[in-house]
C-alpha cells in the first residue's frame, strides 16, 4: 500500500471516530487561539470579532485540503472586503512542507501552525480538512468535516454576510 493510500485510510477511520468525539457545534462560541502565521504576523481569533471567519484545518499531505485552497484565498479577494476572514490551521508536523507548499501555491489569507491543543480545543481534528464557518459573534455557524460541497459552503457565506448595496 502506497504511502497516499495509508494516509487516505488513516484520515478516513479517523474521521469516523471523530463522530463520538465532542465537537464544537453549531451555536457554541468558537475557542479563541493566538498564534503566530508562517509570515510571522500574530493572529489571534478574538481580533476577528465582528468579522465571518471561515477557519479550516488542513494539512500538505491531504489532497481535498489542496483542492480547497484556491477557492478559499478566491473567496478571501472577494468576499474579504464584505466581512469575510478565512484563516488556515495547517496541521502538519513542522513549518517546512508548509512553506515549500506555499511558495508554489501562495494564497491570500493568513496560515498558522496547529497542534494537538489546539485541535483538542475544537472537540479534536480526526479528519482532514475540518472547516468551521464562525459569526461575527464568535459563535460556530457550520461545520464542514471531510470533501466538502464548496458550492453550498460558499452559499452559507454569502448567507451568513451582511446585505451590501451595489
Known amino acids: 500500500m502506497s504511502d497516499r493510500a495509508r494516509r487516505l485510510v488513516a484520515a478516513c477511520i479517523l474521521l469516523s471516530l471523530s463522530a463520538a468525539v465532542e465537537t464544537k457545534q453549531p451555536g457554541e462560541a468558537a475557542p479563541d487561539f493566538s498564534r503566530v502565521d508562517v509570515a510571522g504576523k500574530a493572529v489571534h481569533l478574538g481580533d476577528y470579532r465582528g ?9 500538505s499531505w491531504c489532497g481535498p485540503c489542496l483542492a480547497e485552497m484556491p477557492r478559499f484565498s478566491r473567496w478571501q479577494t472577494v468576499y474579504g472586503p464584505k466581512g469575510l476572514q478565512v484563516i488556515g490551521i495547517s496541521m502538519d508536523d513542522g513549518s517546512s512542507p508548509v512553506m515549500a ?44 468535516a471531510g470533501e466538502s460541497d464548496l458550492a453550498a459552503m460558499e452559499a452559507a457565506i454569502k448567507r451568513a454576510l451582511p446585505r451590501v448595496d451595489p
Open 101 to 144: 507548499l506555499l511558495k508554489r501555491r501562495p494564497v491570500s489569507y493568513p496560515i498558522v501552525m496547529g497542534d494537538a491543543t489546539l485541535g483538542e480545543e475544537y472537540g479534536g481534528v480526526f479528519g482532514l480538512p475540518l472547516t468551521y464557518l464562525i459569526g461575527a459573534n464568535g459563535r460556530v455557524l457550520a461545520r464542514y
Open 51 to 59: 468579522k465571518l471567519i471561515l477557519l479550516n484545518f488542513w494539512a
